[in-house]
C-alpha cells in the first residue's frame, strides 16, 4: 500500500514537474518573442528618428508614417494595401458608381504601370490597348518609378478630354503613341444580346445586383425570342472581379443545389462555405446549354463563377486560362476616410481545388486568333505580381499553348479570319459550339417525346 502510494506520489510530482518546464521552456519562447519584437521597434524607432533628422529635405511625420504603413503591406502581397481618403473614393466608386477614365485594369512591374486588361467597349479597348502592354508616358511625361496610384489618377479625367500613352509592347521594335478620349466608364455590368438563338450575356464585373441583373438578363434572352434559347454564352474575358457575394449570386442563377465556394482563412477550422439557392430557387435557365468564356484578364471573382459552374459540370469553359487570383480581401475601416485591405483568407472551388496562381483551366482552350499580336503578346497573371500567394499544386499554362500550336482547328490568321467577317475568334468559336450542342439537345428532347410510355 505504502509503495503504491509512493509510486502514485512520485508520478504526480514528476508530471507537476514536467508542467512546469513545459511553462517554463513557454514563458521563455514567449520572452524570446517579445525581445525580439522590441529590438524591431527600437530598429524602426531609430531609422524614423534618423530620417528626421538627417533627410536633404525636411518630412513631416504624416508622411513617414503612411510610407511605413505601405512599405509594411506591400511586403505581405499584391493585394494587401492602405486606403488613404482617395484610395476610399475610388473603391466606392469601382462598386457602386461610374466615372471618367478609360477602362483600364492595371498593375506596377519594377516601376512601370503594365496593363492586365482593358474592360470591353471602353476608350481604352477601342483604341487598341492590350493586356501586357506597359505604359511609360503620359502625355510625355514619364511615369516610370512613380506609385500606381500617381498614374491611376493621371488617366482619370473628365469625360471628353484625352489623354496620350506612350505604350511598349512586346513584338514591336519601338514604342507607340495612342490618344485616349476619356469616357464615363459606365460601371453597369451585364449586357445582353441574342444571336443566332443564343443568349450572350457579357459580365464586365461584379458590383452590387450583378446576380439580379444576370437573372434578369436570362429572362430578357428569352423575352426577345418568345422560346428558350439554344443556350447561353457567359462571357468573362477581361474581368478582374469584384464582390463575393455577387460571384455567388451569379453562379447560382446557374445551379440547382451545391457548393459554390469555400473561405479558409488562418486557423484549419476557420472556414465558411457558400451554397445555390441562396440568392435564386433553381436554375434561372432550366438547364440550357452554357459556355462561359475566359481568358488572362478573368480574375477572382470570374474564376469563382467559372469554377463552380465547371465542378458542377454546368457549364463549357472555354478560353484561355485565367489570370490565378485566389485570395480574398476585406476591407477595415481605420478611421472617417482612411482604411486598410487585408487579405484574410484563400477561396476554394467545390471540388477543393484552388485557383490561386493557376486559375482556372479551360475544358476546351482556345486562342484568340483574330488579334493579330496574339502570338507575341504576353499575358499578365497572378504569377507575374511581386510576393503573389503560393500555390503549390497549381497548374502552369505551358502545356495549354503548345496543345494549342499544334492544333489544326486553329491554323488560321488574323487576316484570314478578317477576310471571313470573323472580328472575334474565341466568341465565334463558343457560338459554333453552342448551335451543335442546343440542337442536339432540342433533338434528343422531341426523340424523348416520342418514346411511348411504359407501365
Known sequence: MFKTKWIATSLILSAMTGTLLMQSAVSSAQTAEQED?????EEFLAVYQRVKARYVDKVDDKQLMEGAIQ???QSLDPHSAFLDKSDFENLNTQIEGEYGGLGLSVTMEQGAVKVIAPTADTPADKAGIKAGDYITHLDDKLIVGGTLDEAVDAMRGTPGTSIKLRVVRLGRDEPFDVTVTRAVIDLQPVKWKVD???GLITISGFSQDTGKDVVDAIRGVERSLGKKPLGYIVDLRSNPGGLLDEAVAVSDAFLDSGEIVSERGRERGDVQRWFAERNFPGDATQGAPVIVLVDAGSASASEIVAGALQDHHRALVMGEQSFGKGSVQTVLPLSRDTGLRLTIARYHLPSGRSVQEGGIKPD?????????DYAKRISVRETDLRRHLVNELAATDKELEEDVSKDPRFAKSAE?????????????????????????????AKKDDKTPARN
Open 416 to 444: 484570314e479570319l478578317k477576310a471571313e467577317g470573323i472580328e472575334d475568334f474565341q466568341l465565334y468559336y463558343a457560338m459554333e459550339t453552342l448551335q451543335r450542342l442546343g440542337k442536339n439537345t432540342m433533338r434528343l
Open 37 to 41: 519584437r522590441f529590438r524591431e521597434m
Open 364 to 372: 476546351i482552350q482556345v486562342p484568340q486568333l483574330s488579334d493579330p
Open 196 to 198: 443566332k438563338d443564343i
Open 71 to 73: 512599405g509594411m503591406l
